[in-house]
């Protein structure tokens, strides 16, 4: 039983060893320009979107756009669209009408 999983270990290390010896080789075959280029081509392709906030044509980098879902056409547009939405709700302890963000689970005003 011992030289079975002897033989094994063996196998696999000559499986290993070509494995490394082929990903050597076919690594070589491929220059760094020709590597790096499709990533080069990324950063500076532009596509055209819409600012999120005013629904204004806008190019941005390719690159970019994966990375951030909401893009922006200035930074005047990018505060207002991350403002929370206020709402206007009546006070269940006094009647009373009072603003807030919307997504708060406030019932009552401050007075």
Request: aromatic share 4%; with cysteine; charged share 40%.
């Amino acid at each position: 039983m011992g030289e079975n999983i002897e033989t094994i270990k063996i196998e696999m290390q000559t499986m290993q060893s070509r494995m490394v010896a082929k990903i050597n080789e076919t690594s070589k075959e491929l220059s760094k320009s020709e590597v790096q280029q499709p990533i080069l081509e990324q950063r500076t392709t532009k596509i055209k979107t819409n600012c999120h906030f005013c629904r204004k044509e806008i190019e941005v980098k390719q690159d970019k756009s994966r990375k951030s879902k909401h893009r922006y056409c200035s930074q005047k547009c990018q505060i207002n669209g991350r403002k929370i939405p206020k709402e206007k709700r009546i006070c269940k302890r006094c009647g009373n009408e009072f603003e807030v963000e919307r997504y708060r689970k406030v019932k009552f005003c401050s007075k």
